[in-house]
């Protein structure tokens, strides 16, 4: 009985404090109030985080950004997804080894409508392209073109996206995922 109010009093202040979270985050400039970013998720430089209308960022999201990261409209990223924008040097001119405190920062650019599932991790530097669908577990290592199909560690091509004219087709009537759900 205990253990069932202690359980209900802990969702009740998660949820408060994720509230306020949001409202933190939502009151930026550069994420639109028309996305939605589900509990626990983190950033490092929020200044540095773009996000776009009907974007959805899963549970337990954590975008380290010491560089730019952009999410197009329309992006669905699943949970527990990280994204990675800076490096320790350990390639020029090293100070200490195995590297040293210079951090190596590239932005990361994630396009239009792309899909993301759970557990994925993306590294500095990376485009992912429009249209694109990166499987559960994926470390996606270099840029992924448009309307691909990536899976594996370090995410290969699988194919590319059989439908890019019903996508294209529900692109021009801006039939976008998150904007149907919430009725917009």
Known sequence: MIG???FHIKNFIDGKIHTYRIQQVLSSSNISKKCKISTGFKFTNIKNVHIEDYVYMGRDSFLSSFG????????????RVVIYTANHNY????KAIPYDKELLIKDVMIEENVWIGDSVIIVPGVTIGE????????VVVKDVPKFSI????????IKERS??????????????????KNGN
């Open 150 to 157: 990536m899976g594996g560690n370090p995410a290969k091509l």
């Open 68 to 79: 730019k990261i952009t999410i197009k409209r329309g992006t669905i990223i699943g949970p």
């Open 131 to 138: 249209g694109s669908v990166i499987a559960a577990g994926s």
């Open 91 to 94: 390639i020029n001119d090293i």
């Open 4 to 6: 069932k109010i202690l």
């Open 163 to 180: 439908n890019i004219s019903d996508y294209l087709k529900n692109k021009e009537l801006d039939n976008i995922y998150l904007k149907q």
